[in-house]
């Protein structure tokens, strides 16, 4: 008997596990491929050290020279970079397992089914299994979703296949312009793919200001990534020769060929065959629904991660994890929802965190704004990073900061800077009083801030 048995053991399961044993309990970890989930085996890792490898290659060949370092003579072995990547991922699941060995979590290999009341049933090579336990986490996460239109196929992949092709593909289709279709776009265009991305949405990142997306959309023009909005593919037509993708931009009957073509178009929670009819939870929209606390309307079955509403996002889903395991302890736990960073990891990063300035108009939020670029500070003109820029929000009466946006060098880091001032009610006139090193890409963030109350001084304040 255990007090809880977690099903799936990504970032959401694998972490609610270790943080539940701290606590004294009894837990298994039932997965039916590696520890570590989508985001570790074929997800978020992979595709940030191919975003690390082909940054390094693209610099070598286009911007070292300007530095006084000669790099002509350098060229591409994919297939050692695809054996880097695969040899970082081994490294972190050989550590999520010590992980787990050392914190007296039982790794259950199998498939599980919650089948009754406390009881799940693990199907593996050999007969099911049945296990019993006081408190069941359904931590199964998603799978990406192909276009009704559209199926998967060798040369019409999904993030996984993105991954790991074989040759750079000479003319490349991304059909999404979020994260994952920008992220993968600049890995392979870096690596010398002609690389178009169809979006179906009208807006380029429709959660950032439109001054920072413009900003974002241009940079990455000169990049050589060709980004068409208001598409609507309407279908592929593969041959020996390539695939021809047939789409509607502004009702404007167009085509274009391609060697690849990657499905970015979202995830779908993975929710198959996970629950007896009898024991079943509500379901909405794809999702299990769950209440704050992540608690079903189940006795006994908690959900967290890409199964239940907000991002699907790594850490969104270890931060429930480790929530409904103190809470599943007796600890009085809680997250909050209003405060998750989202992350792009392309070059210059793109992250942003709370509210944007079209939802504070929308929500009649009274507020004063503050900017500054990069180009104005010191440390990125001489890393030579000097594309982005900040954005800042504070309310105009009690001078919170509402929300922070940031397209730059070390995008992910200030954000979480800005973030660590707004979880702890630190107001923009306090973070103003901080002292920032000098030179570091941080006092971009530490003058957009100030310029909010007219107090920046490497920049002209708007009065």
């Known amino acids: 008997m ?6 799936g053991s990504g970032p959401a399961g ?13 837990v298994g970890c039932i997965e039916k491929g590696a520890p570590g989930g989508t985001c570790l085996n074929i997800g978020c890792i992979p595709s940030k050290t191919l975003l690390d490898s082909s940054q390094k290659y693209h610099e070598l060949r286009t911007k070292y020279a300007n530095l006084g370092i000669d790099s002509k003579d350098i060229s591409l072995d994919l297939a050692k970079m695809m054996t880097n990547k695969q040899d970082t991922v081994l490294r972190l699941v050989d550590g999520v397992k010590s992980l787990l060995k050392s914190n007296k979590v039982e790794f259950i290999k199998g498939i599980g089914k919650v089948v009754a009341e406390g009881e799940v049933e693990v199907s593996s090579d050999n007969k099911p299994l049945s296990y019993r336990a006081n408190n069941i986490i359904i931590a ?20 996984e296949g993105a991954l790991s092709f074989q040759k750079v593909p000479n003319n490349l289709v991304i059909v999404g312009a979020g994260a994952i279709g920008l992220e993968l776009g600049s890995v392979w265009s870096r690596l010398g793919s002609n690389v178009t991305i169809l979006e179906a949405q009208k807006e380029f990142l429709p959660p950032l200001d439109r001054r920072v997306s413009r900003l974002i959309q241009r940079e990455f023009k000169l990049q050589g990534l060709s980004i068409f909005l208001d598409c609507q593919v309407q279908a592929l037509n593969e041959s020996t020769k390539g695939i ?5 931009e502004k009702e404007q009957e167009n085509s274009i060929e391609a060697d690849k073509v990657i499905l970015a178009v979202g995830r779908k929670a993975n929710l198959n065959n996970l629950f007896s009819e009898e024991l079943k939870p509500s379901i909405k929209n794809g999702l299990i629904e769950v209440n704050d606390f992540c608690q079903t309307d189940v ?14 996002l790594a850490h969104k889903a270890s931060e429930e994890g480790i929530m409904v395991a103190e ?20 070059h210059p990063e793109i992250a942003w965190v709370g509210m944007s300035e079209d939802e504070l108009k929308k ?11 990069f180009s104005a500070n010191g440390r990125a003109l001489t890393a030579g990073e000097t594309s982005g820029i900040v954005k800042m929000y504070a309310d105009a009466s009690t001078d919170k900061i ?3 946006q940031v397209f730059g060098p070390s995008a992910s880091e200030l954000v979480q800077q800005a973030l660590i001032a707004m979880d702890n009610g630190i107001t923009s006139k306090k973070l103003g009083e901080t002292v920032f090193s000098h030179p570091t890409v941080s006092e971009a963030l530490h003058e957009a801030n100030l310029s909010i109350n007219a107090r920046a001084i490497h920049i002209q304040n708007k009065l």
């Open 327 to 346: 809470r599943i302890a007796g600890l009085d736990a809680g997250l909050n929802y209003g405060n998750i960073p989202n992350v792009i990891y392309t």
């Open 299 to 312: 006795k006994g079955i908690w959900a967290i991660g890409d199964v239940v509403r907000g991002p699907k």
């Open 14 to 26: 694998y972490v609610a596990a270790i943080r539940a044993s701290q606590l004294g309990l009894k």
């Open 140 to 159: 199964t996460g998603s799978y990406p979703v192909e276009l009704p239109n559209i199926k998967f196929s060798e040369d019409v992949v999904d993030s």
């Open 363 to 373: 929500s009649e939020i009274s507020y004063k704004a503050g900017s500054f670029p």
């Open 244 to 248: 021809e993708i047939n789409y509607k």
């Open 402 to 404: 509402l929300g922070v």
């Open 2 to 7: 255990y007090d809880l048995l977690i099903l």
